[in-house]
C-alpha cells in the first residue's frame, strides 16, 4: 500500500484542506496556475479587483470580474469532490476546510464544510436591513446587482480582500485541524493569509500536500504528491477498496 493509503486507512478524524485546484476539474480556473485569472487583467490587479475597495468604489469593476470569472453556478462537482466525500463517509476523514466559495463539496453531499472565504450563493444587500438575496438574482441582473426591497447594492458573503475572517467559521477550522490526525492538503498554492497560516493549528506528523506544482510549504509537509487531485485521491481511494 502507498504511504497516503496506509495514513488514511489509520485515519479517524482526517482533514482536507483545500484550495481552488479542487474545483478546476469543474470548469473554474484558479488563480495562480499558467491558465489562472493571476495571468489575465493586465492592468488591475485580482487582489485589488477583489477588494473590499474595489466592490465600494467601482462596483461595475468589481461585478464584471466577479461575475464572468468567479462565479459559475452551472459548475458540478469533479472526482476530487466526490472522493473527498468517500472519505468522510468512510469515517477518514471528518471535514473540509475550503478557501473556496463555489459550494461544490455540499453539491458532492459533504456537510461539515468551514468555508473560510465564505460562499457565492449567499448575498445580502448593503442597506440597513442587511436583506438576502440569492446567487440567481446576482447573476440575473446585468452588472451590479440591487436589492429588490430596498434598492441598495448587493454583495455576496465571500470575504473580499481588505476583509476578516468570520470568527465562528475561523475557530471550526482551527478545531477540526488542532483535533485531526491527518491533514491532506491539496489544490492549493498556499499563498493566501490567513487561510494558509491556520495550517500552523496541525501539530502531528501527518501533513500531506497533494498539489500540480510545488508550493512553499513542501518543505514543512510530511509527504508530498505533485499531481492531480482526482487522480491521486481516485488511486487512493481504489487502493483502500473503497
Ligand atoms: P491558487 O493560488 O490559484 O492555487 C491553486 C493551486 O492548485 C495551484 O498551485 C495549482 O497548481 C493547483 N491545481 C490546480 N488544479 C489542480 C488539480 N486538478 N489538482 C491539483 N492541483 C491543482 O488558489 P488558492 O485556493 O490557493 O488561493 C486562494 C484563493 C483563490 C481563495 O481566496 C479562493 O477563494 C480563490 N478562488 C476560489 C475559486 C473557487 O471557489 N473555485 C476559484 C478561484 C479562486
Known sequence: MTRLGEWLAESRNGVFFGGAGVSTDSGIPDFRS????????????????LSTECLHEEPEKFYQL???????????????????????????????????????????????????????????????????????????QPGVPHCP??????????????EGLDMDVLNGAVNALANADLVIVGGTSLNVYPAAGLL???????????????????????LVIHGRLGETLG????EMGL
Open 34 to 49: 499558467a491558465a489562472g485569472l493571476y495571468t489575465k487583467n493586465g492592468g488591475d490587479s485580482p487582489e485589488y479587483l
Open 66 to 140: 466577479y461575475k464572468t470569472e468567479l462565479v459559475h453556478p452551472q459548475a458540478q462537482p469533479n472526482a476530487a469532490h466526490h472522493h473527498i466525500n468517500t472519505l468522510i463517509e468512510a469515517g477518514h476523514l471528518t471535514s473540509v476546510v475550503t478557501q473556496n466559495i463555489d459550494g461544490l463539496h455540499q453539491a458532492a453531499g459533504t456537510q461539515q464544510v468551514f468555508e473560510l472565504h465564505g460562499s457565492a450563493w449567499r448575498n445580502h444587500c448593503v442597506g440597513s436591513e442587511h436583506h438576502p438575496a440569492t446567487l440567481e438574482q446576482v447573476m440575473a
Open 149 to 162: 426591497q430596498c434598492g441598495a447594492m448587493v454583495r455576496p458573503d465571500v470575504v473580499l480582500y481588505g
Open 200 to 222: 500552523q493549528y496541525y501539530s502531528g506528523d501527518r501533513l500531506v500536500l497533494i498539489n500540480a506544482e510545488p508550493t512553499g510549504w513542501d518543505q514543512a509537509a510530511n
Open 235 to 238: 488511486a487512493v481511494i481504489e
